[in-house]
Structure formats: C-alpha cells, structure tokens
C-alpha cells in the first residue's frame, strides 16, 4: 500500500446557523483520491458540513463556523483565502441537476469563462475533455448549441458533473447527487464516481445504504450534529461500533 | 325550499353576479372606445398627424404632441431603467436583511402609491427651479422617471426573485463572483420579466397629464422639440387643452387624439404581453 496523503480535514469544527448549534465538534481527516459517504439521519448536519469545504455556506445570514477546514493542509477560512479560488480547486453537484437555462456547450464552459478564458479552441477542447469525463460526450457531441434545459435528468446531473470537470478541480463534493433520479441514471453516475476517484477526492452524501457500500471508501455518519462515527466503509457495514449507527444502517431509525 | 336549493340558489345568484362584475369595467371601457372611435377616426389623417397646433379646430394637429410623447418616452426609459434595474439588483441581491432595507422595501412600495401630482410638485421644485431646467423635457422625463421609478423597482425585484436559488448557487459553486453570477444567470434568466414591468410603467408614464403640467409643460408649443433642454408638449395634455374648449371641432380634434394615444398605449402594452409570454415559453425550471 502506498502512502496515504490527508486531502480534507476538519479539526474542532463547530458551526451555527444564528443560535442553531448545526455541527458539533467534529473532526474528520479524508485521504485522497478516495470516496467518503456522509450518512445519517434528515437533518443531522451532513450538506451543512459537505458546505463548509467550499464555503456554500457563505451565503447563508447568521451561518458562522469555528474550528479549522483543512485542504491540503491550509484553512480555507483564512482571511487571505479567495473563495474563488477555493471554488476552483472544490467543485460541487448538486441534489437537483440545475443547468444554466443556456446551451449545452455554455454550461461545460460557463467556470472557465468567469476567469476570462475566451479563446474558441481552448473552451471546445475543455468541454469535449470533461463531457468525455462525464460519459456524456457521445449523446450530446452534436447538439452543443441545443439548451441544456432539453437534457433528460440523468443527462443534466451527468452535465453539472462536467461543468464541475471543466475547472480542473481536486475535490468534488456531492450532495445526494443521485437522489432526483431514476435506477439507470443512478446506475450511471454511481459508475462514473467509481471512474473519477481515480483522479479525484470526491465526497458524497447519500440517504442510501446500497449506494454508499457501492461507491465508497470510507463512511462517516452523522447524527444530529455530531460525527458519531467514520471508518472504512465496510468496518461500517459489517461491525459498527456504535449503536446509534448500528441502529440507522439496520433500518431502525432515519 | 329545503336548504340545499336555497344553498344552490345563492351560489347561482352570486355567478351572476361575478359575471356582472368582471363585465362591467370592460363593457363601459367598450363603450367609451366606441364613442371616441365614432368621434374621432375620420379627423384622423396625415394633415392631422403632420399638422402644428391651431386655434382653428379645421388645421390644428398633433404633431407636436405625439413627437413630444415620443422624445418623452425616450427619455424617460433612458433615465429610469438603469436607476430602477440597479435598485432592484441591489435591493434583491446585495442588501443584507436588516430593519434598514426593510424600511426601504415598504416605502419603495409606498412611493408607488403616491399620487402622480406629488411627483409634478416635487419635480417642479428639484429639476425645474433648483436644477434650473425649466418647462423641459428632460424636466419632464426625470419628474416621470421618479414616478415610475418604484414600479420598475418592484418588477425587476420580482423578475429576479423567480430565478431559482439553485441557478446562483450553480454559479457560485464555479467560482463565480456575485456580480458575474447576477450578470451571466440572473440578468439573462428574467429580462424579459424586467423588460414587460419597465414597458407597462412607461405605458403609465405616457398617459400622465398632471405632473407634466405642474412641471410646465404648455399646451401650445408651435415646433417640435429638437433637444431634450427644449420645451413640449404631450398628448394627454393636448387632449386635456381641446376638451376644455366650448368648440365641438375641438372635442372631435381630442377624440383623434385620444385614439393616437391610445394606439401607443395599446401598442406598448402589446410588446409587454408578447415578451413576458415568450419568456414564459423559454424558461422552464
Ligand atoms: N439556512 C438554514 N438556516 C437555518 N437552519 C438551517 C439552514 N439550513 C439547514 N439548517 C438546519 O441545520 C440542520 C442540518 O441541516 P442539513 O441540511 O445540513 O441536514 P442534512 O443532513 O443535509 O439533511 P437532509 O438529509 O434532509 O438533506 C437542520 O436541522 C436544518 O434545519
Ligand atoms: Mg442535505
């Protein structure tokens, strides 16, 4: 086994949503180029605190955080860290596909084109690279101009996936990505993260069992707020340590 | 009658009634049309467009008057469209939620409440004597962009408010600033929304009579305006100035007026039912 690197890391992280107290002391360090499932119970914190990597959360009034988000070792809530440049390095897919009411080719290319980038060729040879990523390339290469809007679901959430792609970035956050669409769809996505670790850090959250033993590595279930537990994905199948995990894994409760 | 006949019974009475009340504004807007279409289109006719005003009925025409509306439309989209669009953004995107903005939201929507006359006095004070513009129309223009002002604001917030969340934080998400993701996802998503409110409240703005007048703006102007420092005259205040003579030749003259300036009206309103239909079209979240 080769030397595992730390490419994500939390250490004290508590965060509030004005008095809400939403994340709870948690500490977590992510190796890269592997897949970690955040599970856990509706409301227990797992997109607030997949949101705080990239800092979504930023947006939110009253949102604070305190503690540390480590990514390759720097805190990303620095004063002197650009968001943007932050953003570059995480991408994030969302629950719901949200294409940009524009054409296909538009919306690979939309993050390259926010930092200036304008020549033709550059922009086409970036999109065939990520649509290709993305197991899009051959259903969309000769409607590039249609809008994305007329994609089917699975194809639209395949196309964020790519626009995500296009930035280069080295993270690639997931919330429930796969839960708006139909078994094939879901089929296809789960493939394509299995395709993707191997050049990126990516963590997902997912309400489904199934899917997080298939797709990852490590799993980390939350609980109201608390990161109750995290470890290999299989430990966490077979013998969780604690009953609270046992207990929603099982079915019990959730 | 047992109770559910009478209960039936009330429930078609009230129909009736409703029927009565959606009817009754369009039929006396029919027959108030067809009146003045009875009146008025056969004094309609080049000479009548082309013509300079008159005190004889016979060679009076409105040039002066439509070309005043025109400039005056112009003008006014000119001035208040980038003031009302920025408030919007701001207001809608930028501001924090605080009781400072929301102060500013309930008396944004109280100045759309206050009476067009208000306006006339305020731009008569401001733009006529302390900025020293005179009877103008760009005097007119700026009184008529206030009043239209908070319209525009209010559309535009609104326009903006139904570009889903999901869009920005796509955006975002790309590392998009804020001003790029109002600029490349939100502008373009509801422009045509923006575009239908700041058209109906220039269609408002051409009908008004009472400001310009406050303002200065005559009746008898005997050339078209050249330049925005120049002084007009408007339509409805044409039509205002005929009905008030004692010569039926006049009110005929205020008819054919009326149906010019309805005519734009309509036309205006037209292009914003049209764009806001399209955008309807085109955008499905
Ligand atoms: N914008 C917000 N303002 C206030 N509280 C919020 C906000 N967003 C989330 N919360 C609260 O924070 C807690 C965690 O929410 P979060 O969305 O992170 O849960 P989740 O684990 O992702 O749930 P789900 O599985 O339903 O997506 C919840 O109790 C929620 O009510
Ligand atoms: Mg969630």
């Avoid at chain 1, 988000?69 to 994030?92: P, S, T």
């Avoid at chain 1, 990520?130 to 089917?152: N, P």
């Avoid at chain 2, 600029?183 to 408002?204: D, E, K, M």
Wanted: net charge positive; aromatic share 10%.
């Amino acid at each position: 086994m080769n030397k595992k690197t730390t490419k994500l890391e939390a250490k004290e992280l508590n965060a509030y949503y004005g008095d809400f107290h939403a994340l709870k002391n948690i500490n977590i360090a992510m190796e890269e180029k592997n897949v970690t499932a955040f599970i856990g119970p509706s409301g227990c914190g797992k997109s607030t605190f997949l949101r705080t990597f990239n800092r979504m959360n930023d947006y939110i009034d009253g949102f604070r955080t305190e503690g540390d988000i480590l990514l390759d070792g720097r805190d990303i809530y620095a004063k002197d860290v650009r968001v943007d440049e932050l953003r570059k390095e995480v991408g994030m897919v969302f629950q719901k596909p949200n294409p940009f009411p524009k054409s296909i080719f538009e919306n690979v290319v939309y993050g390259l084109r926010i930092q200036g980038i304008k020549k033709k060729a550059v922009l086409e040879e970036a999109a065939e690279k990520s649509l290709r990523r993305s197991a899009l390339w051959e259903e969309v290469k000769d409607k590039m101009d249609k809008s994305a809007l007329a994609l089917s679901g699975g194809q639209q959430q395949r196309l964020c996936i790519a626009r995500a792609l296009a930035i280069s970035p080295s993270v690639l956050l997931m919330d429930e990505p796969a839960s708006a669409l139909d078994p094939l769809s879901t089929a296809k996505i789960e493939e394509l993260i299995y395709e993707l670790k191997n050049e990126y850090t990516i963590v997902i959250v997912t309400h489904n069992m199934q899917q997080a033993g298939r797709v990852s590595d490590h799993t980390a279930f939350f609980y109201m707020g608390e990161l109750v537990e995290f470890s290999k994905t299989k430990t966490m199948f077979t013998s969780p340590q604690d009953n609270r995990t046992q207990n929603y894994i099982t079915g019990r409760f959730g | 009658m047992t109770n559910s006949e009478k209960n039936r019974l009330k429930d078609k009475a009230f129909q009736v009634f409703g029927v009565f009340c959606t009817f009754i504004g369009l039929i006396v807007l029919a027959v108030f049309l067809f009146d003045i279409a009875i009146e008025g289109f056969s004094r309609i006719d080049w000479d009548f467009l082309t013509s300079l005003p008159s005190r004889r009925a016979s060679r009076a025409g409105i040039l002066t008057a439509w070309v005043g509306t025109l400039w005056i439309l112009v003008l006014t989209a000119i001035i208040a469209f980038p003031l009302g669009v920025s408030a919007g953004i701001y207001l809608e995107e930028y501001s924090k939620k605080n009781r400072w903005t929301n102060f500013l939201e309930i008396n944004i929507s109280n100045l759309a409440g206050v009476p067009s006359i208000i306006y006339g006095l305020l731009g008569l004070e401001i733009f006529v004597r302390q900025m020293r513009l005179g009877g103008s129309l760009l005097a007119g223009a700026l009184t008529l962009s206030l009043l239209i002002l908070p319209i525009i604001i209010v559309t535009t917030r609104e326009a903006i408010k139904a570009v889903p969340r999901s869009i920005r934080d796509g955006s975002f998400a790309l590392g998009a600033s804020k001003w790029q993701t109002v600029w490349n996802q939100v502008l373009p998503a509801s422009f045509g929304g923006i575009l239908t409110g700041i058209i109906l409240s220039l269609s408002r703005a051409v009908g008004e009579a009472a400001p310009l007048i406050v303002i200065g703006a005559l009746a008898y102007v005997p050339f078209t305006p050249d330049s925005p420092l120049d002084e007009f005259t408007v339509l409805p205040i044409q039509i205002f100035n005929w009905t008030s003579r004692p010569q039926a030749e006049f009110l005929t003259n205020a008819a054919g007026a009326i149906i010019v300036l309805l005519a734009i009206t309509f036309l205006l309103n037209g292009i914003a039912v049209y764009l806001r239909n399209r955008q309807q079209r085109k955008v499905k979240w």
